[in-house]
């Protein structure tokens, strides 16, 4: 990507209020609102078991601009975990190949932008794991062993059900308590 239009891409990103979720892919501008009560929750389910398993040297982050500006993406998972030396760098975005995981909670208004964008954006940008919990679906997918710009692999599992978080978190992902939307 062209540096100069990058730049003036995140220029306009960072000119929005800050109750505005705002990312980059490419060269297109992704805006949502604030999230529910019940992504909040559902969310709060998901981060308290990564946090159990958290790698030492790591802290769980929501809504943490990751970047890699080598591809022109900049998005903002619901959560990733993020070396703590992170926190000492002079930028406001972080490298994405810092990152361990991205989790989103699919946004009903704009479920492509998970489903789509950021299945595509993410591997490219260096994230190994992704995890999309679809309250809609009633589904936990995961994706892992990002190779050639794609995920190879995916697990799916439906609420109830259990899915295997991989090294370095390792550990069963419960998802019986997770509540599916109601629209």
């Given at each position: ?17 800050k ?8 060269d297109v ?19 308290r078991?990564?946090?159990a ?44 190949e ?9 946004s009903?208004s ?54 295997h978080?991989?090294?370095p978190?390792?550990f069963?992902?419960?998802t ?8």
């Open positions: 990507m062209n540096p100069r239009h990058y730049d003036l891409l995140e220029q306009a990103r960072r000119a929005v209020p109750n505005v979720k705002v990312e980059l892919s490419g501008i992704v805006m949502q609102a604030s999230p529910s009560a019940l992504h909040q929750r559902n969310l709060a389910i998901i981060q078991q990564f946090d398993h958290c790698p030492e040297g790591y802290f769980g982050s929501g809504n943490s601009d990751i970047a890699a500006g080598r591809v022109g993406k900049v998005r903002n998972p619901d959560l990733t975990y993020l070396p703590d030396a992170a926190v000492d760098l002079p930028q406001h975005d972080i490298p994405a810092l990152a361990l995981v991205a989790v989103e909670l699919v009903p704009n479920p492509e932008n998970d489903w789509v964008g950021k299945l595509r954006d993410y591997p490219v940008m260096g994230v190994p794991l992704y995890l999309i919990v679809d309250a809609r679906a009633k589904t936990v997918t995961l994706f892992s062993e990002a190779e050639n710009d794609r995920y190879r692999c995916r697990e799916d599992a439906n609420f109830g059900e259990t899915i978080i991989p090294a978190f390792d069963v992902l419960q019986s308590s997770l509540l599916p939307t109601t629209d």
